[in-house]
Nanobody
Framework: QVQLVESGGGLVQAGGSLRLSCAAS???????????MGWYRQAPGKQRELVAT???????NYTDSVKGRFTISRDNAKNTVYLQMNSLKPEDTAVYYC?????????WGQGTQVAVSS
């Protein structure tokens, strides 16, 4: 098993910044098996959507709406992934979930709320 614990959400005004963190823990075999780590979000009444992912080798993928504003990074030694969110907009308001896939299993964090006021 892999456990994912997110932190860093909160309430911010439009144009502000937040940094999310997600730390993975669990069996050494599962942690070694982690490939991509990423962030998804789910706004009220909407489906969960991809925000950004990063491979173990460093390749990144972003949804179009956050390109140029959000930056994903990870520390493989700490099994931690980060999401730096700048120039936040009210439409970024959602619960943000950390995600990873290891040895055939998909894992999710409990989610952290991000609220952006206009």
């Amino acid at each position: 098993q892999v456990q994912l614990v997110e932190s860093g959400g909160g309430l911010v005004q439009a144009g502000g910044s937040l940094r999310l963190s997600c730390a993975a823990s669990g069996s050494i075999f599962r942690l070694i098996g982690i490939k991509d780590m990423g962030w998804y979000r789910q706004a009220p009444g909407k489906q969960r959507e991809l925000v950004a992912t990063q491979s173990r080798g460093g390749s990144t993928n972003y949804t179009d709406s956050v390109k140029g504003r959000f930056t994903i990074s990870r520390d493989n030694a700490k099994n931690t992934v980060y999401l730096q969110m700048n120039s936040l907009k009210p439409e970024d308001t959602a619960v943000y979930y950390c995600n990873t896939f290891s040895l055939g299993s998909n894992y999710w964090g409990q989610g952290t709320q991000v609220a952006v006021s206009s």
